[in-house]
């Protein structure tokens, strides 16, 4: 499979899992896709800010939850990705996450831009968010967005390409 491979559940499919573990089955079945074989824990390791990766790096992966869908992207570069379901964000919120040039944006969609790009550098919420504009980061890095009805995804990469596969699973190996 080439590109971005990105598989998405909804939570209300797979009680049996909380959030954490979800993302991680659905790690395992996006690994077996690729290799043919599960991964075991000691395939991956975490880097100095805590960013897990597989130890072989042919795959980066990551894993967004909200609260009814869990996801998970494989890609052969660094990659973020962020889930947001669609809301309003708290007025104190809007205030720490806006840089000037993001007041036109809607807030949940400059977070969720925000949050993938944080997560592709392996920082997360350590990136004071308002010190970078969208335009900043439309600018040096590929951001793929898509909404759905009920929820945004958006990823985040430093390579251009034309491949994103979305996959919505309904069943895991």
């Known amino acids: 499979m080439r590109g971005i491979n990105i598989y998405l559940v909804k939570k209300?499919?797979?009680?049996?899992?909380?959030?954490?573990?979800?993302?991680?089955?659905?790690?395992?079945?996006?690994?077996?896709?690729?290799?043919?074989r599960y991964f075991v824990l000691e395939d991956i390791e975490k880097d100095k800010n805590g960013k897990p990766y597989f130890?072989?790096?042919?795959?980066?992966?990551?894993?967004?939850?909200?609260?009814?869908?869990?996801?998970?992207?494989?890609?052969?570069?660094?990659?973020?990705?962020?889930?947001?379901?669609?809301?309003?964000?708290?007025?104190n919120v809007i205030a720490k996450i806006m840089a000037k040039e993001d007041y036109n944006i809607e807030p949940i969609r400059v977070w969720n831009i925000k949050e993938s790009y944080s997560k592709y550098l392996g920082v997360g919420l350590r990136l004071d968010f308002k010190s970078i504009s969208i335009n900043e980061i439309y600018n040096k890095y590929f951001v793929f967005?898509?909404?759905f009805e009920e929820f945004f995804l958006t990823i985040c990469t430093d390579k251009i390409t034309s491949e994103c596969n979305i996959k919505f699973l309904k069943k895991l190996l």
């Open 12 to 36: 209300s499919d797979f009680l049996e899992y909380t959030q954490t573990q979800l993302g991680y089955k659905i790690l395992e079945y996006a690994h077996f896709i690729y290799f043919g």
């Open 55 to 91: 130890k072989d790096r042919r795959l980066h992966f990551n894993i967004s939850h909200s609260k009814n869908y869990v996801g998970c992207c494989i890609y052969n570069r660094e990659i973020g990705l962020d889930i947001e379901e669609k809301r309003n964000i708290n007025k």
């Open 145 to 147: 967005e898509k909404q």
